[in-house]
């Protein structure tokens, strides 16, 4: 049974494309989040957002945006690709009250 | 400007040693600071976490040390296992006004040599 669960895997596409990566959880959580691992494995947030409130890091793109059709799903849409947006997106989900994110397996994204 | 700091980059251990990994913060208002650990081709996983009010935090072989006072806090695997060869990120967190997020170190590659 899969916690938080992203589709696709692997996405290949060409510079200039507008894609969507999508995620679920099925833990009942409030709070979802979109963090990029880079070639180095840097790991950094980009979005934190539940029912009330998007939180931003101030250093994404405005290409980048969440979106929510419900509680449990947070897709992210990214317009105009480039080539520095290849990496791996991972969603992350956590529980009202409490500190722990658990992490989908991630989205590798290739740019061409 | 990279608010956690973490080294080793890379780190080679012997199975049955013990293998460390120290992170420095540098914004006083974290007050969560986990753990987690990366498999090739997986999302990280939660490995031990604390909170600055303790200075140490033990679950089975694996310590974390807290110094609030240097704004360190480490890692310590203990008996070390060829199980353990992955990617190791420390992370911190201002809590819920800050939407939990975590600020994540650059990661401590892990390899235990049998």
């Known amino acids: 049974d899969t916690a938080v669960s992203q589709t696709p895997k692997y996405l290949v596409t060409q510079m200039g494309n507008d894609k969507s990566i999508k995620c679920e959880q099925n833990?009942?959580?409030?709070?979802m989040y979109w963090y990029k691992q880079d070639s180095k494995k840097f790991l950094k947030i980009m979005f934190s957002?539940?029912?009330?409130?998007?939180?931003i890091n101030e250093t994404v793109p405005n290409r980048f945006s969440p979106k929510s059709p419900d509680k449990a799903h947070l897709n992210l849409h990214i317009n105009s690709l480039e080539l520095g947006d290849s990496a791996v997106y991972f969603c992350?989900?956590?529980?009202?009250?409490?500190?722990?994110?658990?992490f989908g397996p991630g989205t590798r994204l290739l740019v061409l | 400007q990279q608010q956690v700091k973490q080294s080793p980059q890379s780190l080679i251990v012997q199975k049955g040693g013990i293998s460390i990994i120290n992170c420095a913060y540098e914004n006083t208002a974290f007050d969560y600071f986990p753990w987690y650990q990366q498999f090739p081709g997986k999302g990280p996983a939660l490995l031990i976490a604390i909170r600055p009010d303790v200075s140490e935090k033990k679950e089975g072989r694996f310590t974390i040390s807290f110094n609030k006072s240097a704004k360190q806090f480490s890692l310590h695997i203990m008996d070390s296992q060829p199980g353990d060869s992955a990617t190791y990120f420390c992370?911190?967190?201002?809590?819920?006004?800050?939407?939990?997020?975590?600020?994540f170190g650059g990661g401590t590659r892990l390899m235990v040599k049998p």
């Open positions: 992350a989900s956590r529980a009202q009250g409490g500190p722990t994110q658990y």
């Open positions: 833990l009942g959580h409030d709070t």
């Open positions: 957002y539940n029912n009330k409130e998007l939180i």
């Open positions: 992370a911190a967190s201002m809590g819920a006004n800050a939407g939990n997020m975590l600020t």
